[in-house]
Structure formats: C-alpha cells, structure tokens
C-alpha cells in the first residue's frame, strides 16, 4: 500500500506466452501492490507462466473478447481492494516501465483516469504504427472531441489507469464485449462528470504484439461512431442507451420460511 492506495495492475491476456515475462518483468519494482492476469482461453502456455510468475490468474473457459475480459480484470481487481486499476497489455506493447507517471498524473492533477498517449509520444510512425491506422486514429479523436467537448490527443490506446472511483461510476459491464469496450467505458466516464488526463508514451510493434487488421478497425471505427450517436441522445434526453443506465444492485433472494439466515463470517 502506497501513497496511492493500493495499486492493481491488470491483464488482459490472450496467447500471450511470447511475451507476458517480458511485459512483467518491466513493471518498476514496488510500484504496485497486486498483478492479475486474466487468461480469455488462450491455447498457448500464458497460464502456465503467469502462476510460475506469482500472478493472480482468473481463466475463461471460454473466449469473450477483448472487452470481456477488461470486465473480469476490473471487477477482480475492485474485489481485490484496488484503489487505482492499471490496464497493461501483455503483449509488450506498451512499456510498463511509465506505470510511476501514471500514478504521479493521477496523484497531481486529483483526476479520475489517466491515459498514455502515442500523439503525445511524437513518433507514433517511427515506433511502426500503420499509416493507416495513424489516420484513422486521427479522424475518429476529432470526431471524438467534438461529442465530447474536451480535449484528448487520443482515445484509443490500451494503457490506462483508471481510480477505484471512476470503475464504480460507470456500468461497465453493460458495455460491449468487443474492442469498442475502450471507447464506451469512456463515453460513460464523460456522462458522469469524471476526469481524464494523459502523458506521453511511444509504442512498440512488431509480430507478436497484438494489432487489429484492416477489416476489423472498419467495424471498430464504426461501432466509435455508433457510441457517439448514443452519447449525444443521452446528453441531449432524447434516450438512454444500457450503457449509460445505472446496474442495478444485486438481489438478495428471501430466506426459505422456516429456515434460519447466518453471516457466514460468524
């Protein structure tokens, strides 16, 4: 436990086997307090490594998808007492060794995420970004920052680190399953008021990082657009899409007549 409180960092991992040691390895010793990995059904040997590791493994036995899994993270990680989440992909394409300047942003600037950016970074095609996806990701920020009236360099990175507060604002698991899961998880922060600020971060990519292919970042792109639609109606009353409602608590079924109830920390 930090002067943060207490830090989670959380993976999302699918065949990861190449490069998750590598990834954990260069998380800075002592800055964090608790790593899971959850595994979406890999077929390779991630598992296997991450407990050699000492992680703490949750397993799919079957694949969700990438927005699947982030629920699983951040609900484990929120069970497991974390103050502050941080998202790190095993794939080693982010450097997790900027993790302190995550938390230094959130600690100075009291906001309630904190995203690394590669526009920041200013070599996003030196570090071997398509150009393609460059472009794309330009278009879709501005549309972005246009719905909602502030002012990112980008929103579609994977390294993030959000505040016990901000998970337990939203409705995340409401959210799809999909890669879109990163954008409506923001748009949800954006309906509740919550803060994001970013920090400068340069990208890694070669064969075994993990990357969307052409065809799929189409349907990413759409389903972007598709969020902002939504928001824009919430902002606006005309209807409110699921991920912007509020979960409802958990029922607690009534006890059988006849039968007794006890806490079973008694």
Known sequence: MGRHGKIAVVMPAYNAERTLEKTFAD????????VILVDDSSRDRTVEIARRLGLHV????????????QKTCYRTALDRGADIVVMVHPDHQYDPRVIPDLLETLQRSGCDAVF??????????????????YLGNILLTAVENSTFLIYLTEYHSGFRAYTRRYLEAVNFEANSDGFVFDTEIIAQGMAHGLTIREIPIETR???EASQIAFGPSVRYGLAIL??????????WGVWSSRIFRTAAPPTVP??????????SSG
């Open 27 to 34: 998380i800075p010793v002592g800055s964090v307090d608790d």
């Open 205 to 207: 990519y070669f064969d």
């Open 116 to 133: 690394g950016s590669r526009m920041l970074g200013g070599r996003p095609i030196q570090g071997g970004m398509p150009k393609w996806k």
């Open 226 to 235: 598709k969020t902002m639609g939504l928001f824009k109606l919430h902002e």
């Open 254 to 263: 009534a006890p059988l007549p006849g039968r007794e109830t006890r806490d």
């Open 58 to 69: 949750v397993v799919h036995p079957k694949n969700r998808g990438y927005g699947g899994n």
